[in-house]
């Protein structure tokens, strides 16, 4: 059962645009939603995380989005540089719960052409 | 300070032959977690450790994993009778505990097996 979907598996996008990565989820236990960033060779990194109340948060040039009631939230990486080119995994846990077992999606390739 | 320590870093090995795979946490941090992560795909949850609580094994794919971890040191992941499906990165993370949860996962650099 994937209980973390996301979308889409690689974008290309020029260095100065936008980049959006989109994930739904299923388990409405489900209160703790980090992005994670995993570079060739080399161990995820926890990037941003947000939890269900509030809808936006905003770290530099990362954002996340929430929406409750959809059961989705999307990362927004703006004015896209060539070093934001990893893969970005995006997760959900449930916060109070003793560790923090993530689900993780499957992971979107992202490039960034200069 | 040091990181997840994971070790060897890539291991072959032939269908059949059982393998052993290392990773030392943060110091510190009374949780750890092994993920599975096939290639180009998402981290699949393995196994995790909590201080001397009973660990949590839902995520073994089989009874061919197993995994040990001495109080709150080092941890082994054992396969036994490794078999071509088993390829992946293995990857380690530890963590702190938070006040309220949300700890976030540390992640070693993970150990790339290779099953001919």
């Known amino acids: 059962q994937q209980q973390v979907k996301q979308s889409p598996q690689s974008l290309i996008v020029q260095k100065g645009g936008i980049s959006i990565i989109n994930c739904a989820y299923e388990?409405?236990?489900?209160?703790?939603f980090p992005w994670y960033q995993q570079f060739p060779g080399k161990g995820p990194a926890l990037l941003i995380a947000i939890r269900p109340d509030v809808s936006e948060k905003k770290e530099g040039r990362f954002t996340i989005s929430f929406n409750k009631s959809a059961k989705q939230f999307s990362l927004h990486i703006m004015d896209s540089q060539p070093g934001d080119s990893a893969t970005y995994f995006c997760a959900a846990s449930m916060y109070g719960a003793a560790g923090n077992k993530l689900t993780f999606g499957g992971g979107t390739r992202v490039l960034v052409k200069p | 300070g040091a990181g997840v320590s994971q070790s060897p870093s890539n291991k072959v090995t032939e269908k059949g032959k059982d393998v052993e795979l290392r990773c030392d946490p943060i110091s510190g941090h009374t949780a750890l977690y092994w993920y599975r992560q096939r290639l180009g795909q998402g981290l699949e949850f393995l196994i995790y450790f909590q201080g001397n609580s009973a660990p949590d094994k839902s995520g073994l794919p089989s009874d061919r994993f197993s995994a040990e971890r001495t109080g709150e040191s080092v941890s082994t992941l054992t396969i036994q009778r490794t078999q071509q499906e088993d390829s992946a990165v293995y990857l380690c993370a530890s963590s702190s505990p938070r006040i309220g949860g949300g700890s976030p996962l540390h992640f070693g650099n993970g150990t790339r097996l290779t099953v001919t």
């Open positions: 388990n409405t236990a489900f209160d703790y």
